[in-house]
């Protein structure tokens, strides 16, 4: 019995160590030499978790004195997760993701995020002149004067993901289109002779016949293949070189003929030419799932959809994001690019920040730099199908020539994305989504969320009465804007919102 109890003893002691160890956030390797433990919160697909858990493991063969613990949730729980772990900290993960569209909110009303400026300084790993400038100032915030994109970084970019139009090869080569790559080409398609050229963009009338000429059937059918599952307004607005506020991001830009004929060129898609999915539609059924299914010529994509888009049984590509025409006249296809008007888009972004009370600030700090500045990380990135390398001399080199890890590349030959440096050029000349440069979304929300359905955007695309009765806010024929009561009154309401949001801080 007493050697019994001795045994017992001995067993509660090394257990009770071992608990020491693991509170302490630590772990042993089989030579009994202590690591530290990392906790590594996100969200994603399957395919995005086990991408990143490919570079976690190159992460722990780089520095072996590290253990990485990686958890995820879904894109939608993933904001009130993290808001329950920093109401209990003793659940704070060491390195965490923080979107841009919440980034200015939560530096404001947390102070959770370390400031990693002092890291990155010492850090001889890290060249900030190599990674794509929007992504850094993303995460750049001045605590003194409370100014975004200057002051201090608290996370680096996992990704600046520009959402381009991709594009159906096989069905578009179906319906007798040809494709052609020349830069110094006049149109980005020529109905007379269907040819599209993939290095230039279209104008919004040469769209509008593109799409023409390869949707199949009826809007009503849902099995009729469309020219395009959806246009974001967001898309349509920055390549007319239009806002949705102005420099100081303080006040509301949406009541003027810019934003009038944006928001009616891509109803009009669908209302007046009859190419794009119903609204009603879109809110049934994914873009991404239609055009995947094979029932649409086109949609906007991210470069994170690219797992997703390589199960797809025929050939795709990417093109510039469509630029508005000289004189506005949608049938006129012959028609220029219009004064001041380019090929923009929106960037998506997600930064990686580091919990400011870790235990191993030093190692959350490495963690988070390999993820977003490591070639072999990067590498596995885009090979995988995740982003666009971060690092400027990877996006401009090897990324434009690799054969990308498409899985259909052995048995069809396909390597897609090729026409990659739409990425870079959207990449270098888009800005972020106008959530990101404000405290938050409520004012953006309510353009589509409005409490009063007579100031949803909706009523321009619906020509039912779900949404308070159609409307019109752009006349093709007289290049004018009607309906002004109802872009001030939606403007004045959007900017009572922003504007209780923005005294919670100060630019």
Request: hydrophobic content about 35%; some cysteine.
């Amino acid at each position: 019995m007493r050697k019994t109890k001795k045994i017992s003893l001995s067993f509660m002691a090394t257990m009770f160590l071992s608990l020491v160890l693991s509170a302490c956030g630590g772990t042993s390797d089989s030579s009994g030499d202590k690591k530290s433990v990392l906790k590594f919160f996100g969200w994603g697909s399957v395919a995005e978790q086990q991408i990143f858990k490919t570079m976690i493991a190159e992460f722990t063969k780089e520095y072996p004195q590290y253990d990485v613990v990686y958890s995820s949730v879904t894109s939608d729980n993933y904001i009130t997760t993290l808001g329950s772990y920093k109401n209990n900290t003793r659940n704070m993960p060491d390195v965490f993701y923080m979107p841009d569209i919440n980034f200015v909110q939560w530096i404001n009303s947390s102070d959770i995020m370390m400031d990693l400026t002092p890291y990155i300084e010492q850090s001889s790993a890290m060249s900030i002149d190599n990674i794509w400038n929007e992504g850094i100032d993303a995460y750049r915030y001045d605590t003194a004067s409370k100014r975004l994109g200057t002051g201090d970084i608290y996370a680096l970019p996992k990704d600046l993901g520009p959402n381009v139009l991709a594009y159906n090869k096989t069905l578009v080569q179906s319906k007798g289109v040809t494709i052609i790559s020349d830069v110094s080409g006049q149109y980005g398609y020529n109905p007379s002779t269907k040819t599209l050229n993939d290095k230039v963009a279209m104008t919004w009338a040469q769209f509008v016949a593109f799409c023409q000429d390869i949707k199949e059937g009826s809007l009503s059918d849902s099995n009729s293949i469309v020219g395009i599952t959806h246009y974001p307004l967001e898309s349509a607005m920055a390549s007319m070189g239009q806002r949705f506020l102005d420099a100081s991001n303080k006040t509301v830009t949406i009541d003027n003929n810019n934003f009038a004929e944006s928001l009616q060129f891509v109803a009009d898609l669908s209302n007046k030419y009859q190419v794009m999915t119903t609204a009603e539609g879109q809110a049934s059924q994914a873009g991404l799932q239609r055009f995947s299914s094979g029932l649409a010529g086109a949609a906007f994509v991210g470069a994170w959809d690219t797992p997703e888009l390589w199960e797809c049984n025929f050939d795709w590509d990417i093109l510039y994001t469509p630029v508005p025409n000289a004189t506005g006249n949608l049938d006129n296809w012959q028609d220029g690019y219009r004064s001041g008007a380019s090929s923009k888009s929106f960037l998506g972004s997600v930064g990686i920040s580091c919990y400011k009370g870790s235990k191993d600030p030093e190692g959350a700090y490495k963690l988070a730099e390999f993820l977003t500045a490591s070639p072999v990380a990067q590498k596995i990135n885009y090979q995988l199908g995740q982003a666009v390398p971060n690092l400027i001399d990877m996006a401009n080199g090897e990324f434009m020539e690799a054969t990308i890890n498409d899985p259909k590349n052995a048995t069809m030959g396909y390597n897609r994305p090729l026409n990659r440096q739409v990425y870079l050029d959207m990449m270098a000349n888009s800005e972020r989504r106008p959530q990101a440069y404000t405290y938050n979304a409520d004012w953006y929300d309510e353009m589509w969320e409005s409490s009063d359905d007579n100031y949803k955007l909706f009523r321009v695309w619906s020509l039912t009465s779900s949404y308070g009765g159609h409307l019109n806010v752009w006349d093709w024929n007289t290049n004018s804007r009607i309906n002004s009561e109802f872009l001030s009154g939606l403007e004045d309401r959007c900017q009572t919102i922003l504007d209780k949001t923005t005294s919670k801080y100060a630019w």
